[in-house]
């Protein structure tokens, strides 16, 4: 026996409340159901919830078995690979789809909400507004990449808001202490010290019970206290629809957008 069909799905912000019916419909029927424990973060009760709830057993997949196709190769029948929020945010994901093409297995992919699409509806900014969104590496000591930073830049340049996807370890986003002083460490690198009192927007948990939204500088971004998952949010000036919209959503300390002198980011990009 092999693996005949996979299905990747999206479990959307907010456990197994946010499944479709379709999905559900899927889950039940399929011969093996594994979670990638790898690319994303999914609520503390997840998986032990979803197996009460269509009473099968669901298998947390590693990175090793997520990149070496394992769950597919040793599996048969009908696989059904679950992913927290949309399934198709990592290239990871288009890597299984080519490894089903190459091997005539049938697939299907069911989306779902993502923490980039929820973005706007939490913090009053416009959609259209957002440019390339960042993902932020853990640094190492042969390992201090600028292409984030110089993202941002690019980013506000063409007057675009920034959203930062932070790398995650052990199954979770790294501490925004540390994450304080990889973006440090980057900027002492690029010489873009124009980006460090910068206002940002950091959304903690978001669909979970204790959302939270921050606002701080990257500066000083270190001195709060954020929970996993998070991601971070770096405007360009919000216009003054989207000041009203961050408004209307109570955001705290939204004047250090409008104080902030947007004129002062970098030119050069190296």
Not at 71 to 81: A, D, R, W
Not at 168 to 188: A, C, F, P, T
Request: charge should be negative.
């Amino acid at each position: 026996m092999s693996t005949e069909n996979l299905n990747i799905i999206g479990s959307g912000l907010r456990g197994i409340g946010s499944l479709t019916i379709i999905e559900m419909d899927i889950l039940s029927r399929s011969d093996h159901i594994f979670i990638d424990d790898y690319t994303s973060i999914f609520p503390e009760s997840f998986r032990e919830d979803l197996e009460k709830s269509i009473s099968k057993p669901i298998i947390l997949l590693k990175r090793e078995d997520v990149e070496s196709f394992s769950f597919i190769k040793e599996g048969s029948g009908t696989v059904s690979l679950i992913v927290s929020g949309d399934p198709m945010t990592s290239t990871t994901h288009f890597s299984i789809i080519s490894y089903c093409k190459i091997n005539n297995i049938k697939w299907r992919i069911f989306e779902n909400a993502s923490i980039t699409g929820a973005v706007a509806g939490r913090t009053g900014l416009s959609s259209y507004r957002t440019g390339i969104t960042v993902s932020l590496p853990e640094i190492y000591e042969n390992f201090i990449p600028v292409s984030p930073l110089q993202n941002i830049v690019r980013n506000l340049r063409n007057r675009l808001h920034t959203i930062i996807l932070i790398d995650l370890k052990n199954g979770k986003n790294l501490d925004i202490v540390r994450v304080h002083h990889i973006v440090k460490v980057m900027i002492e690198k690029t010489g873009y010290r124009e980006l460090q009192s910068i206002p940002v927007l950091i959304l903690q948990r978001v669909g979970w019970n204790d959302e939270h939204i921050f606002t701080s500088t990257l500066d000083e971004m270190g001195n709060r206290k954020v929970e996993s998952p998070y991601c971070l949010v770096v405007p360009f000036r919000p216009d003054s629809n989207e000041i009203e919209n961050m408004k209307s959503l109570n955001l705290e300390e939204i004047s250090i957008f409008e104080k902030f002198n947007y004129e002062k980011i970098p030119e050069k990009l190296d």
